[in-house]
């Protein structure tokens, strides 16, 4: 069953270190999202692409974070140096662009920056 | 700018009642909506959308409802189980081709 795979599930790192998140889109699917999740933001569209290129990542603090799909089956966020203020849930979504809107999320991964 | 809002952050139900979540949007540009559940530790689950061409639609136990308007959105649940606890989310997808989220609504099952 299609699902997105996002790596690690849990991190945990002390301020200052860098952080890569992964992603494998659902095979076919070429539109790829990341948010954050916290309780008091919700949820927060980060960057997203289609056909692997940039198309919005005005949510992103661009002095710390990057994202980057090095081919269709990896997507990946990094973070360098991250802050304690980083601490969230990070999701990965995938979808099919031309008219289908429908995203099929990760599990996510708990980011805890100490 | 784009906003997505829900009216009530916490909502508990009766096991067999019907659930009614609400959502209010503010850009009448949106053209989609959708519903997603998400169970503690898990992604948000897609449950059912709609696009703006349309006021209803039905799912299995659920149904959107969209209200142009007012610019509202709600979910309703049939029969409520256990199993629907969880916090549910509206988006809307407006010019932007992105999905924004509103803040959540908590259902609790009491049996």
């Known amino acids: 069953d299609a699902r997105v795979t996002q790596t690690p599930r849990h991190k945990v790192t002390e301020m200052g270190q860098e952080v890569t998140m992964r992603c494998q889109p659902i095979?076919?699917?070429?539109?790829v999202f990341w948010y954050r999740q916290t309780m008091m933001q919700g949820l927060e569209l980060l960057a997203y692409?289609?056909?692997?290129?940039?198309?919005?990542d005005s949510g992103m603090p661009k002095d710390r974070f990057s994202a980057e799909m090095p081919d269709a089956t990896l997507a990946t966020l990094k973070i360098q140096p991250s802050e304690p203020r980083d601490s969230a849930v990070y999701f990965c979504?995938?979808?099919?662009?031309?008219?289908?809107?429908?995203?099929?999320f990760g599990s996510g991964t708990q980011l805890s920056v100490l | 700018g784009e906003s997505v809002g829900l009216h009530l952050p916490t909502l508990s139900v009766q096991e067999g009642d019907n659930s009614i979540i609400n959502c209010a949007y503010s850009n009448s540009a949106s053209d989609y909506f959708i519903w997603y559940k998400q169970e503690s530790g898990k992604g948000p689950q897609f449950i059912i959308d709609?696009?703006?061409?349309?006021d209803k639609r039905q799912g299995q136990r659920v149904t959107v409802l969209l209200n142009k308007t007012v610019k509202h959105l709600s979910l309703q649940i049939a029969a409520t189980q256990p199993g629907d606890s969880a916090v549910y989310f509206c988006a809307e997808k407006g010019g932007a081709q992105k999905l924004v989220f509103g803040q959540g609504t908590r259902l609790t099952i009491n049996p």
């Open positions: 709609i696009r703006s061409n349309m």
């Open positions: 979504a995938s979808g099919a662009s031309g008219g289908n809107e429908k995203l099929f």
């Open positions: 095979l076919g699917h070429n539109t």
């Open positions: 692409f289609r056909n692997r290129a940039p198309l919005d």
